[in-house]
């Protein structure tokens, strides 16, 4: 073999190395792509659904506070409506009733001494919601100590 044919050979050998590189950074590159955008089509809209959530807190409140009984009834529909129109978008509440405290979903605002096991949840001051299984906002409760 002529030393024409060792250096073609070599550069060739190179050419392919640098090709495989190539093609795995850009398969590599496709795939972040891939999961960025599955990312941002799950999680994009979580800057409006956490707005939203306070409107949701304040249909809540008033329809705790109505007294007329159609005023009250018309305010749960839309609560209910409103609930069911989050959830449509992947947000569901936190459980916190009858539940042991975990920091990760639940912010203690108190403690008080209560019946219940120390650590379970008492008392439910804001719900906490979830978007996709992602922390949206926690919720905000008293712990018995």
Do not use: C, W
């Amino acid at each position: 073999m002529s030393e024409q044919d060792k250096t073609a050979e070599e550069k060739l050998e190179e050419a392919e190395k640098k090709y495989l590189y190539l093609y795995a950074e850009f398969d590599n590159f496709k795939k972040r792509v891939d999961r960025d955008k599955e990312s941002f089509l799950k999680y994009g809209h979580e800057p409006l659904m956490k707005d939203l959530l306070s409107v949701q807190d304040n249909f809540l409140r008033a329809s705790s506070h109505a007294k007329d009984p159609d005023t009250k009834a018309g305010l749960e529909m839309i609560v209910t409506q409103f609930a069911n129109v989050l959830e449509n978008y992947g947000v569901s509440a936190i459980k916190t009733e009858d539940v042991k405290f975990d920091p990760n979903f639940h912010e203690a605002l108190i403690e008080e001494t209560s019946e219940k096991e120390k650590g379970t949840i008492t008392l439910e001051v804001e719900k906490g919601y979830l978007l996709h299984n992602r922390l949206l906002r926690a919720a905000k409760v008293v712990v018995s100590k």
